[in-house]
T-cell receptor
Framework: DTAVSQTPKYLVTQMGNDKSIKCEQNLGHDTMYWYKQDSKKFLKIMFSYNNKELIINETVPNRFSPKSPDKAHLNLHINSLELGDSAVYFC????????????FGPGTRLTVT | AQKVTQAQTEISVVEKEDVTLDCVYETRDTTYYLFWYKQPPSGELVFLIRRNSFDEQNEISGRYSWNFQKSTSSFNFTITASQVVDSAVYFCALSEASAGGTSYGKLTFGQGTILTVHP
């Protein structure tokens, strides 16, 4: 059973398009996250939700909008995609909003052409 | 603000060698947690260890060991008798633990160290 899953695994799209990435966790965790890993492998948090409520919102363009329909799901919608959005996006979950270990999904490699 | 520095960008060793990955951190919080994650070539991030700031005991898990030294703000990771399967990018991360703080529960990652173990 996959603990944290993401779809799709690969996403290739053109500039200006809108796309979504879905994430689901079956660990019963309350908190979920989105991270961006750039081409130099640097990982940075984007958002975090605790029980469907946004608790961390880093300096991210407002073209990125997370949505959490329930505590097991956290989706990421990106409007008007730009070349610089090309990266690997990781979803993660943890027991709660504190400094717990976070379990990561397999990542979604987004390529904007 | 919190910061994690992994000064070694890349390390290359031959199988069975011991290797230490360095991690230095900065934080104003007195209570915090340190983590190590492994990212093998397949791309997923694998949790290895979580250690709180009040526990300076070294930790050993099989061929892996961690040395936490608060005096030097370091949390180094040693792999003993390295194997080809240890080849991966290793990330050190920090999370502040004061509820209500701006960095509470937020993982700040280092730049990662690419470890290549040659047969």
């Amino acid at each position: 059973d996959t603990a944290v899953s993401q779809t799709p695994k690969y996403l290739v799209t053109q500039m200006g398009n809108d796309k979504s990435i879905k994430c689901e966790q079956n660990l019963g965790h309350d908190t979920m996250y989105w991270y961006k890993q750039d081409s130099k492998k640097f990982l940075k948090i984007m958002f975090s939700y605790n029980n469907k409520e946004l608790i961390i919102n880093e300096t991210v363009p407002n073209r990125f909008s997370p949505k959490s329909p329930d505590k097991a799901h956290l989706n990421l919608h990106i409007n008007s995609l730009e070349l610089g959005d090309s990266a690997v996006y990781f979803c993660a979950s943890s027991l709660g909003p504190g400094p717990y270990e976070q379990y990561f999904g397999p990542g979604t490699r987004l390529t904007v052409t | 603000a919190q910061k994690v520095t992994q000064a070694q960008t890349e390390i290359s060793v031959v199988e069975k060698e011991d290797v230490t990955l360095d991690c230095v951190y900065e934080t104003r919080d007195t209570t915090y947690y340190l983590f190590w994650y492994k990212q093998p070539p397949s791309g997923e991030l694998v949790f290895l260890i979580r250690r709180n700031s009040f526990d300076e005991q070294n930790e050993i898990s099989g061929r892996y060991s961690w040395n936490f030294q608060k005096s030097t703000s370091s949390f180094n990771f040693t792999i003993t008798a390295s194997q080809v399967v240890d080849s991966a990018v290793y990330f050190c991360a920090l999370s502040e633990a004061s509820a209500g703080g701006t960095s509470y529960g937020k993982l700040t990652f280092g730049q990662g160290t690419i470890l290549t173990v040659h047969p």
